[in-house]
């Protein structure tokens, strides 16, 4: 069965420091791979995607995920998060055709200490 | 960028009535779109797609009859809570695609209420 592992329910991260949030799956193939990120009263905002070539992705806000094919992850990294990279983080991979929606991993909550 | 729009954002409805959520995609027209809920503090969980003209196709375990969707133009789909109970009070959202592999546009969703 298809599956996506987000291990990391909560990440509590001090101002300036990097971070890595890490995202597993499980297919038959190697999927599409979405990251997007949920703030309090916004809509879910795509981070970076992953279709083919270079497996390391630059994103949006200074995110970016680095694929690697042999540990099935797809996880997303910064060098160094603000106080507004404070929100929930959806790792999402795609297989279908075009037809079939989002399978969301359970999400990362993303706490920035002062 | 491809925008999404939800109407309304917040509702709040007395339990037997029936709730109606318009989702628009605003500077695209959208193949298709996706209809997901969220209970707080919980991932989003698929409940139907719908491709313009044609009957949504619902994720097992989601009652039609009760989440009704219609896909009338590649402009705007709604989605109908039918006579609504406490228990299908959650954060409904939308996202509409242009299809294929083509990425997902999310609308702010929509927060249910259900007295």
């Known amino acids: 069965a298809q599956s996506v592992t987000q291990p990391d329910i909560h990440i509590t991260v001090s101002e300036g420091a990097s971070l890595e949030l890490r995202c597993n799956y499980s297919?038959?193939?190697?999927?599409?791979l979405f990251w997007y990120v949920q703030s309090p009263g916004q809509g879910l905002q795509l981070l970076l995607k992953?279709?083919?070539?270079?497996?390391l992705v630059q994103g949006i806000k200074g995110f970016e995920a680095e694929f690697k094919r042999s540990q099935s992850s797809f996880n997303l990294r910064k060098p160094s998060v603000h106080w507004s990279d404070a929100a929930e983080y959806f790792c999402?991979?795609?297989?279908?055709?075009?037809?079939?929606?989002?399978?969301f991993g359970k999400g990362t909550h993303l706490i920035i200490q002062p | 960028g491809a925008v999404v729009s939800q109407h309304p954002s917040w509702v709040i409805c007395k339990s037997g009535t029936s709730v109606k959520i318009e989702c628009r995609s605003l500077?695209?027209?959208?193949?298709?779109m996706f209809w997901y809920r969220q209970f707080p503090k919980q991932s989003l969980m698929l409940m139907a797609t719908?491709?313009?003209?044609?009957?949504?196709?619902?994720e097992q375990g989601v009652e039609k009859d009760k989440f009704l969707i219609n896909h009338a133009s590649l402009t705007l789909s709604t989605l109908t809570v039918t006579s609504a109970h406490p228990e299908d009070s959650s954060f409904y959202i939308c996202?509409?695609?242009?299809?294929?592999?083509?990425?997902?546009?999310f609308g702010p969703g929509t927060r249910l209420t259900v007295l």
């Open positions: 999402a991979p795609y297989s279908g055709g075009g037809a079939d929606g989002l399978t």
């Open positions: 719908s491709n313009e003209g044609s009957k949504a196709t619902y």
């Open positions: 992953y279709f083919s070539g270079d497996t």
């Open positions: 996202s509409a695609s242009l299809g294929g592999k083509d990425t997902q546009y």
């Open positions: 297919y038959g193939a190697t999927p599409y």
């Open positions: 500077d695209f027209q959208a193949t298709t």
